[in-house]
């Protein structure tokens, strides 16, 4: 899989891009990523890519024209699956929708700032929107970061265990159930004598049983 982000903050993806899974899974030529500066693809000479809203009121707005181009360049060279746009009023992002995008050759990533993007980007140049959440992010790169994180854990062979992404918390619309390891006992405090026992069978009843009382209990609207 390839994902080509676009953004005004590039040096905001140096630390979370470069590290333990996503880094080793791009070592393994499981994922590419690029980086690209919207900056460049500005037309003016003083280089801006954000400009005052018609209409008035507060905040900039990002321009079409620098967005365009840098999109156009990318779909020189390649063809695209999706064009993301990651923006606080797209669709909730959920497990689902990761597993679905997991399975995509290419897509770009488009990251927000300021007041947003002009509404001819999302008209005509993107495929979808994307939120991670109700809440507001001073700007798209920490939800692209996200997004590409729990895609990139989806794709066969970046996690060592490959099973281990099927019994993640939403997989089957259910919380993960409590793990432990060892010590067996702890300040008095032990593990349950069932994942001690051996036996297959019980545990998987018992980690199924305990998903589900988790579910009931902290996310009731999963089980609808
Ligand atoms: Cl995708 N962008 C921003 N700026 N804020 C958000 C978000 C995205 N998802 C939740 N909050």
Redesign the pocket.
């Known amino acids: 899989m390839r994902i080509d982000i676009i953004t005004c903050l590039p040096e905001l993806f140096d630390g979370p891009m470069n590290q333990s899974i996503i880094k080793r899974s791009q070592q393994k030529g499981l994922v590419d990523i690029f980086i690209h500066d919207l900056r460049p693809y500005s037309v003016n000479k003083q280089k801006s890519i954000d400009d005052y809203a018609y209409g008035g009121g507060a905040g900039m707005v990002m321009m079409i024209e620098p967005i365009d181009r840098c999109i156009t360049a990318l779909k020189q060279n390649l063809s695209y699956d999706e064009i993301i746009y990651?923006?606080?009023d797209?669709e909730g992002l959920t497990q689902g929708i990761c597993n679905q995008l997991s399975l995509n050759k290419n897509i770009i990533l488009l990251c927000?700032h300021y007041k947003g993007v002009d509404e001819r980007v999302r008209e005509h140049l993107i495929t979808r929107e994307?939120?991670?959440?109700d809440?507001?992010?001073?700007?798209?790169e920490l939800?692209a970061m996200v997004l590409a994180d729990a895609l990139i854990r989806l794709i066969p062979g970046v996690l060592n265990d490959e099973s281990s992404a099927l019994t993640d918390s939403f997989q089957d619309s259910l919380l993960a159930p409590p793990v432990y390891t060892r010590p067996a006992i702890y300040n008095g405090w032990d593990v349950p004598a069932i994942l001690q026992s051996g036996n297959e069978a019980k545990i998987n009843d018992w980690r199924y049983e305990l998903a589900v009382k988790r579910t009931k209990e902290r996310r009731p609207d999963l089980l609808k």
């Open positions: 990651l923006t606080p797209g927000g994307l939120s991670i959440g809440y507001v992010l001073s700007g798209g939800a």
